[in-house]
């Protein structure tokens, strides 16, 4: 393309000729724009050039115009991340917000960017890239670093958590680089949880032991289970995070933080040693009275706090009762949990808490209920602590209302006046009159003081069962003897013992 160079004399003052009375014919184009191979090249244009304008024009802002040979350098655009649900759920993920572009310094680059690309004519093919050197910002001008993550490993058979290694600051530098250099691969990051093995499983994930590589301690690390999840990360888990962030007592477990690897979330608890349904299956250690009567009074108190709280568990079972060698109690696994309203009873599912701890009221189809439920379960446990095993074992509903008429006979409108209307009573009624024989079935196990508790606890009527709050002010803990005591030589034990080595163990007999 020719250039020409705009005079640089004043022009004549200009006057208003009389027009002529037709326009003259446009003169045929050049078919080329390109000179004559014998005239001379115009010399090459410079940046920052201000041309010789006369005297009445106002000379245009100056503009950075690349020159053959020079980097045109490129600011950093990173993309904003999607939003995400569960930023209120892990607090220590915060999302990277990318900051508005409104200096003068990156408006005007930015225009220096756009006129260069017009005056260039440039138009890359499907808008691809063109494959020309640029500049590289420095590390202060990157987008803020990502969420604390990791990753697992498996090393020599055992699984390895792996932490991100900050990325140091430099200084400020332009370097220009060709697309086709290689990057160097980023160092390795430290290892921070060593997986030792599995220790449970449930219906939202498994349960691994694991080793902090800075701490030198145990944590349990249960995996959230993903695979079903079409909507991204599972409703109840987020629950359990919610709720959990919520509790802080002694004898409830406690969420350390989550951890995120290759694609699945890990919530990192404290690790105890035993469950409950592990440490009764053992031969090794005999519980004492006061032992026994220790445990129930932890379980109470951290079901008193739940329900101070305004959470119900629904799910209190052996494998949901955390020991430690210590002899702490702390209640766990709260994925059915749920706040309720102290002032009114709200409708849940029924579908919940494990058939052998479920009150008979689920049981007879009552969707309306409170943290009584939680005490049935408890009083279970109760008796499963001095008897070694389950007390009301059924293979379904009808089977399970079975066992507990076995025991504490079939319900009467004396003893429970609403059962009749509860929407499977015509279903599910008894069809035989059966006697209570509570009493008679326990007295070779328990203390008198104990069954009297026991029998308050496992009330047919849910509005006449003992509150967790009092169960603690019972006889049976006050003045009965011997006073609760924690079962410390636990420490003495050999291995560990949960309910998955309980079953696997069961299996091999089998076999």
Request: proline share 11%; charged share 20%.
């Amino acid at each position: 393309m020719a250039h020409h160079h705009l005079p640089t004399h004043t022009p004549p003052p200009l006057q208003s000729p009389a027009l002529p009375a037709s326009l003259p014919e446009r003169p045929p184009q050049p078919t080329s724009s390109l000179p004559p191979p014998s005239a001379s090249l115009p010399p090459k244009p410079s940046t920052n050039v201000t041309p010789n304008l006369p005297n009445h024009v106002e000379p245009q802002k100056s503009l950075t115009i690349p020159v053959p040979g020079s980097f045109i350098p490129i600011r950093n655009t990173a993309l904003k991340p999607p939003k995400s649900s569960l930023k209120q759920f892990f607090p220590a993920f915060t999302e990277d917000e990318e900051s508005a572009s409104n200096t003068p310094q990156e408006q005007q680059a930015q225009a220096e960017v756009e006129v260069v690309g017009r005056d260039l004519e440039v138009t890359p093919p499907n808008n691809q890239l063109i494959d020309a050197p640029h500049f590289v910002p420095s590390s202060n001008q990157l987008p803020p670093p990502s969420p604390k993550q990791f990753s697992v490993s498996d090393h020599g058979g055992q699984k390895t958590s792996k932490e991100p290694t900050p990325v140091p600051q430099a200084e400020e530098s332009c370097v220009p680089v060709q697309p086709s250099d290689a990057v160097a691969p980023p160092p390795p990051r430290p290892e921070l949880y060593s997986i030792v093995g599995q220790v449970g499983e449930g219906t939202f994930g498994k349960v691994y032991k694991a080793r902090n590589a800075i701490t030198n301690t145990h944590v349990a690390l249960k995996r959230i289970r993903m695979e079903t999840e079409k909507d991204g990360f599972p409703v109840t888990a987020m629950r359990e995070i919610k709720l959990l962030q919520s509790l802080r007592h002694d004898n409830v477990v406690r969420l350390y933080e989550m951890m995120v690897s290759s694609g699945s979330a890990y919530m990192v608890f404290e690790y105890m040693d035993h469950d409950l349904t592990g440490v009764l299956a053992q031969t090794q250690f005999q519980f004492s009275a006061a032992h026994l009567k220790s445990l129930c009074h932890q379980m109470f108190r951290g079901l008193a706090y739940l329900h101070h709280k305004g959470v119900i568990h629904r799910d209190i079972k052996g494998s949901n009762i955390l020991i430690n060698n210590l002899g702490e109690l702390k209640l766990a696994d709260f994925g059915l949990a749920r706040f309720y309203q102290k002032r009114r009873k709200a409708d849940y599912t029924n579908r919940v808490i494990t058939l052998w701890y479920r009150p008979p009221e689920l049981l007879f189809g009552a969707t309306v209920y409170g943290p009584e439920v939680d005490i049935w379960s408890a009083g279970c446990i109760m008796l499963e602590l001095f008897t070694k095993k389950p007390i009301f074992q059924g293979n379904d509903e009808l089977s399970q209302l079975e066992a507990i008429y076995k025991v504490f006979g079939t319900p009467t409108l004396q003893r429970w006046s609403g059962f009749a209307n509860l929407p499977w009573y015509e279903m599910v009624k008894p069809k035989d009159t059966i006697s209570n024989r509570f009493r008679e079935l326990f007295r070779k196990w328990l203390s008198p003081a104990a069954i009297d508790l026991a029998d308050q606890l496992l009330d047919y009527d849910p509005a006449k069962r003992v509150t967790a709050a009092q169960a603690m002010d019972t006889p049976y803990f006050l003045t009965e003897e011997p006073m609760a005591e924690k079962p410390t030589s636990l420490a003495t034990l050999e291995g560990e013992w949960h309910e998955l080595e309980t079953k696997r163990a069961k299996k091999k007999k089998r076999e």
